[in-house]
Structure formats: C-alpha cells, structure tokens
Nanobody, 121 residues
Framework: QVQLVESGGGSVQAGETLTLSCVAS??????MGWFRQAPGKEREGVAL????????FYADSVKGRFTVSKDSAKNTVYLQMNGLKSEDTAVYYC????????????????WGQGTQVTVSS
C-alpha cells in the first residue's frame, strides 16, 4: 500500500508558475505520475518519472512547459508548471504504478486525493 498526498495547487494568472508536490509513503513503485481531470472531461496523463533511471515522460500538451522530478530522500515527486494556460485548469492527481510506458499508460494502483489548479486568463 502506497499513500500519496498532493499539495501546491492554487489559483494563478495565465503565464505564471506553480509547483505541485506529492509526498509518498514509499517511492518503491516503478513509476510515479501526474494526471489531471478538468470538469466534464476524462482524466488524462500529464507526466511521469521512472524510479530507477529518473527518466521523465510528458503529454504533448505540456512538453516544454512542465517538469517532473523526484527527491528520493524526501519520498517526494514534483511537478513544476511554467507558462500556465487556462486549459491547464483541473484537479491534479499524483499516482504510483507497478509498470508504465512512455505514453503514460501503466498499472496505476495508487492515487492521491488531488489538488485544484485554476488558471485565469
């Protein structure tokens, strides 16, 4: 069982930066990811990072703007979001997976409670 707690969400203006944090009870999972769900839309993958190599993968919609990273000593995964747009408004979730692929699919077994990000244009 892996427990995940997100923080760092908030309301910002377009173009600003937010950094989300996800504190995990353990970073033993093969992959840690960030997902988001906007009102009326399906949940979508945003980014993930692998445990062994720390290699990041991103959705096309956030490439070049978002950066995923981890601090194993703190059992924490981060999502730095630069150049935020109104379409980035969503609840952001942290997740842990037994396996994952470069297109953000995976065995996402554990989920956090989510943190709201609202971007005003």
């Amino acid at each position: 069982q892996v427990q995940l707690v997100e923080s760092g969400g908030g309301s910002v203006q377009a173009g600003e930066t937010l950094t989300l944090s996800c504190v995990a009870s353990s970073l033993s999972s093969a992959c840690m990811g960030w997902f988001r769900q906007a009102p009326g839309k399906e949940r979508e993958g945003v980014a993930l990072i692998t445990r062994k190599s720390g290699q990041p993968f991103y959705a096309d919609s956030v490439k070049g703007r978002f950066t995923v990273s981890k601090d194993s000593a703190k059992n924490t995964v981060y999502l730095q979001m630069n150049g935020l747009k109104s379409e980035d408004t969503a609840v952001y979730y942290c997740a842990a997976a037994r396996w994952c692929t470069a297109d953000l699919r995976g065995g996402w077994d554990y989920w956090g409670q989510g943190t709201q990000v609202t971007v005003s244009s």
